[in-house]
């Protein structure tokens, strides 16, 4: 059988003992599983249903490889942007028991924004067919701005923080303090500038990325492209500062 695309099996690195990422060739979207004895959590879930299976797929073998077990605690989503959430559905069904984690403002965005989402990417060059036929799923448990969720998969930590607006309204990030890794949603982008849309907040992005980048990480995981270093994000935030008085496309919407 001939399988299209977005049925291959993605391919997933060990980024630090615990840490797999896979990159997604699309759109250089940066999926990241952080596992443990206990299972794993998933940051962020793909565009589809069909790349999101892949996904997992990939994640089952690396897991396996590693002698660890194939069972989702919890998914985040850093934002509400389809590459980041659009998958959620795909992964409930394959693991119904796992805890789904936004921010609080979270549900809200994905049925402000969500149909605007599906279009969004089809601009982007996903398959139309794939994207009409998305089930947007939002989170099932929230987290506060200024809050903290911790879980322990069994000897590995994992620490999600609200660190405030800047991408959009909705942002979380990720560390695992036992890897020294930060996940850092589209706060951070490697494979192009850092992305202004009319959901993002200019003037509070370097403030929120100043909080994120305390204490300084080892290896940092951007929403897209290459996995950096804290220089690189201090340049970055650099990018973000310049912006900070520069009025987005359209105004904030929430
Ligand atoms: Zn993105």
Not at 64 to 70: Q, T, V
Not at 173 to 190: F, Q, T, Y
Request: glycine content about 10%; hydrophobic content about 40%.
């Amino acid at each position: 059988m001939v399988h299209a695309e977005g049925d291959e099996r993605a391919v997933w690195r060990l980024l630090a003992p615990g840490v797999f990422v896979a990159q997604v060739p699309s759109l250089k979207l940066n999926v990241t599983a952080v596992a443990g004895a206990e299972g794993f959590v998933l940051v962020d879930t793909g565009s589809y249903e069909r790349e999101t299976r892949g996904l997992l797929a990939g994640l089952s073998d690396v897991l396996d490889e590693h002698g660890l077990p194939d069972r989702a605690v919890m998914v985040v989503n850093t934002h509400g942007h389809f590459d980041h959430c659009y998958g959620n559905a795909e992964v409930l069904r394959r693991h119904p028991e796992a805890l789904v984690l936004g921010h609080e403002g979270l549900p809200r965005y994905l049925a402000r924004y969500g149909e605007e989402g599906r279009a969004d990417a089809v601009s982007y060059g996903m398959p139309a067919e794939d994207m009409a036929a998305v089930r947007i799923v939002p989170p099932n448990r929230l987290l506060a701005v200024g809050g903290a969720h911790r879980v322990d998969l069994g000897g590995v930590e994992v620490q999600v923080y609200a660190p405030g607006r800047g991408h959009t309204g909705c942002d979380l990030v990720v560390r695992v303090p036992s890897a020294d890794v930060l996940i850092a949603g589209d706060l951070l982008e490697e494979s192009a500038p850092p992305s202004y849309g009319p959901d993002s907040f200019p003037a509070e992005w370097p403030a929120t990325l100043a909080r994120v980048l305390r204490p300084p990480a080892g290896l940092i995981v951007p929403g897209h492209g290459a996995v950096v270093d804290h220089a690189f994000a201090l340049r970055q935030m650099e990018y973000v500062e310049a912006r900070r008085a520069a009025p987005p496309e359209a105004p904030p919407s929430q």
